[in-house]
């Protein structure tokens, strides 16, 4: 033990004890290609196993933004690291990657071995969830950097694709379909502005259900992102998707448009899809217009698919399959942006 290093505020015997504390949370999520365990100096994969002709790797790192606010109001940190997992894996499953290993790298103010856990268990069942090995990562303690008890959290993951099968946009064309994939909610985008609505507009409680929730306003916000890595991958499997798009921060006009080639725009029908309760509850609050929340909310839908016109029926056969409510919300037309009707 480092006294002095102690006094500093870094406590090496908590870090020793969450290291412990995860290992159980890493074993599950091995996977086929996985080499080793933790402790060594880099995460090992081995690519050679998974017998790719062309193997392209696909990677993708991203945060959870100000959504940690409302987990350190609500002392709740078990489903954070499911939100740093799916905004990587979902990311690189838009360019037709299947994730193969994710890293993630925590941040605190003091090391709390019980909370570190809590978090790591969120990461690993996001791990799961997209069937990627936690091959690493890092917590630092640094108590002049962050107070006693926050943190914050980043995640970096790779994937793979045969470079024929890459997703990029340019197959996309006039009268392709639009398959939307359900959101749970507000994912991990825009809680800058939901709790300017929430906590600084309005002074509401975190712990209470309101009118037109169907649970406490911090439990419907800490829905962890979905993660729509299997039922994709299952779908890619037998049909030639032309692109996909994960609607994050920018909602529906920044992120749509940028599955399909230049000189394509999308028509969407609005009321062809599901609005989880949370966003007309956030806009009867704050008054934002329409045009706005689309502008800042995945309003429920948490990824596309574009693909051909006679792929539909199939494609959301196989969605269903999986568990999925597919919904046919729109068509690829001439043009750009995005157009909702």
Partial sequence: M???YADAGVNLEAGYESVERI??????????????????????????????????????TDG????????????????????AVAMCVNDVLAQGATPLFFLDYIAVGHNDPAKIE????????????????????????????????DYDIAGFTVGVVEKSKMITGDQTKESDIVIALASSGVHSNGFSLVRKIVLKDHSLDLNTQYEGLSDTLGNVLLTPTRIYVKPVCEVLKTINVHGIAHITGGGFHENMPRCLKEGLGI???????????????LQKISGMDEEEMYHVFNMGVGMILVVDEKDVEETCEILKAQGEDPRVIGKVVRGSGVDIQ
Avoid at 132 to 139: K, M, P, R, S, W
């Fill in 118 to 149: 809590q978090i790591v268990k969120g990461v690993a069942d996001g791990c799961v969830l997209s069937n990627c090995a936690l091959i690493g990562g890092e917590t630092a303690e640094m108590p002049d950097m962050y107070d006693v008890d």
């Fill in 64 to 83: 959870v933004g100000t959504k940690l606010k409302l987990a350190f109001m609500m002392d709740k940190h078990d489903t954070i690291g499911q939100d």
């Fill in 2 to 4: 480092s006294k002095q």
């Fill in 23 to 60: 290992k159980k949370h890493i074993e599950r999520t091995k996977r086929l290609g996985t080499v080793g365990g933790i402790g060594s100096f880099g995460g090992l994969f081995d690519l050679s196993l998974l017998n790719m002709k062309e193997p392209v790797l696909v990677s993708g």
């Fill in 267 to 281: 028509q969407i029908q609005k009321g062809t899809w599901n609005i989880p309760e949370i966003f007309p509850f």
